[in-house]
């Protein structure tokens, strides 16, 4: 049912696609695989890998995608516990999830055999392609990240802060225990009502591109998230609270490599704390970060205000599609595997992954 709502989406897309699992091995489980759509894989240009936030899947990306594969390769995949994607176990460790969620996104990129991307993640995509960046600096040419989940530290009494009432309060901590979306399985096959319902702006968006979008989107959601909550049980154990991780990115910022280009779009009606791209401002290098605030958009800024979301996507991606200078370290490496390959008079080649 997933496959077929899926197919129904990405039929609004106008430009040719692929559609393929990339077997990664045992990240997680015992034979991990990650749901895959390429597009305009044969351009020269960058490639670009997408993201998505939690509880979505790669086919909420549709608005995107063709102004997106216009000018290069674009790859958008169900992330490791979401979609159409394998739903392993998990860690119920925090660092250790956000490592095998890395480790997932390292694996795919191996399989699929690029060499440099930008990569672009929204919400807890964006928290996922960050960690990623700190630990694979070379893979990353350009980090986007649209009103990313997880960087600030969770504010104390927040709850007088935003002047939340009592009833919330305890409602909030009475279903912290469970997964954010736990209703929606609870509810059974009333679940997509209940997504209908409770988010009907999300489907009133799609109609521009999908004539019932009112009936297949809520069908889309509910179908990624009816299953096992393999992805959702991983985000709850990073989260302090929905809107906090346990472990914010701000205090690891300096793990960034201070020449890799990061631009941070934000809605700027997003419930999403903003100072993000304030923080990475002041702890970065000025000219390799970029803050853009999308007036009119919301959290889901790429869907909020999609030819705006396309235009700075694009201008951050053909900002730095050169390749990047080479560092001392990176001559010097050079040098020495020429003088490796000058002293070994064998024919044997070599392979980089």
């Given at each position: 049912?997933?496959?077929?709502?899926?197919?129904?989406?990405?039929s609004?897309?106008?430009?040719?696609y692929?559609?393929?699992?990339?077997?990664?091995?045992?990240?997680?489980?015992?034979?991990?695989?990650?749901?895959?759509?390429s597009l305009?894989d044969?351009?020269?240009?960058?490639?670009?890998?997408?993201?998505?936030g939690?509880?979505?899947g790669?086919?909420?990306?549709?608005p995107?995608?063709d102004?997106?594969?216009?000018?290069?390769?674009?790859?958008?995949?169900?992330?490791?516990?979401?979609?159409?994607?394998?739903?392993?176990k998990?860690a119920?460790?925090?660092t250790?999830?956000?490592?095998?969620?890395?480790?997932?996104?390292?694996?795919?990129?191996?399989e699929?055999?690029l060499?440099?991307?930008?990569?672009?993640?929204?919400?807890?995509?964006?928290?996922?392609?960050?960690?990623?960046a700190?630990?694979?600096?070379?893979?990353?040419r350009?980090?986007?990240?649209?009103d990313?989940?997880?960087?600030?530290?969770?504010?104390?009494?927040?709850?007088?802060?935003?002047?939340?009432?009592?009833?919330?309060?305890?409602?909030?901590?009475?279903?912290?225990?469970?997964?954010?979306?736990?209703?929606?399985?609870?509810?059974?096959?009333?679940?997509?009502?209940l997504?209908?319902?409770?988010?009907?702006?999300?489907?009133?968006?799609?109609?521009?591109?999908?004539?019932?979008?009112?009936?297949?989107?809520?069908?889309?959601?509910?179908?990624c998230?009816?299953?096992?909550?393999?992805?959702?049980?991983a985000f709850?154990?990073?989260?302090q609270?929905?809107?906090?991780a346990?472990?914010?990115?701000?205090?690891?910022?300096?793990k960034?490599?201070?020449?890799?280009?990061?631009?941070?779009?934000?809605g700027?009606?997003?419930w999403?704390?903003?100072?993000?791209?304030?923080?990475?401002?002041?702890?970065?290098?000025?000219?390799?970060?970029?803050?853009q605030?999308i007036?009119?958009?919301?959290?889901?800024?790429?869907?909020?205000?999609?030819?705006?979301?396309?235009?700075?996507?694009l201008?951050?991606?053909?900002?730095?599609?050169?390749?990047?200078?080479?560092?001392?370290?990176?001559?010097?490496?050079?040098?020495?595997?020429?003088?490796?390959?000058?002293?070994?008079?064998?024919?044997?080649?070599?392979?980089?992954?």
């Amino acid at each position: 049912m997933l496959r077929n709502v899926e197919k129904q989406i990405l039929s609004c897309i106008k430009t040719a696609y692929k559609r393929f699992y990339v077997d990664i091995g045992s990240v997680v489980g015992q034979s991990d695989k990650i749901w895959t759509i390429s597009l305009n894989d044969e351009s020269n240009k960058t490639p670009l890998v997408l993201l998505h936030g939690m509880g979505a899947g790669l086919a909420l990306w549709c608005p995107n995608l063709d102004a997106f594969a216009a000018t290069r390769p674009v790859y958008a995949i169900d992330l490791l516990g979401f979609g159409r994607s394998s739903r392993p176990k998990f860690a119920s460790d925090a660092t250790k999830v956000e490592a095998q969620w890395v480790e997932s996104v390292e694996e795919w990129r191996r399989e699929v055999n690029l060499s440099e991307f930008i990569l672009l993640g929204h919400s807890l995509g964006g928290y996922i392609a960050t960690a990623y960046a700190m630990k694979y600096p070379d893979r990353v040419r350009h980090l986007i990240l649209a009103d990313p989940w997880g960087f600030v530290e969770k504010p104390q009494n927040v709850y007088e802060k935003y002047n939340v009432p009592l009833w919330v309060k305890a409602v909030a901590v009475a279903v912290q225990p469970l997964n954010p979306l736990w209703a929606v399985r609870a509810a059974g096959p009333a679940g997509k009502w209940l997504v209908g319902k409770t988010r009907p702006d999300i489907s009133r968006k799609y109609l521009k591109y999908i004539p019932d979008a009112e009936t297949i989107i809520p069908e889309y959601i509910y179908q990624c998230n009816s299953q096992t909550p393999s992805g959702e049980s991983a985000f709850h154990t990073l989260m302090q609270s929905f809107g906090w991780a346990k472990n914010p990115m701000v205090h690891r910022l300096d793990k960034l490599d201070p020449n890799l280009p990061v631009t941070v779009l934000y809605g700027a009606r997003s419930w999403v704390d903003n100072t993000t791209g304030q923080v990475l401002t002041e702890q970065r290098r000025s000219d390799k970060t970029y803050v853009q605030v999308i007036n009119g958009a919301g959290h889901h800024v790429y869907l909020d205000k999609p030819e705006l979301f396309n235009k700075y996507v694009l201008e951050a991606c053909s900002r730095f599609d050169e390749p990047r200078l080479k560092t001392m370290s990176d001559d010097k490496a050079a040098e020495a595997e020429e003088t490796a390959a000058t002293d070994d008079p064998s024919p044997t080649s070599r392979a980089t992954s």
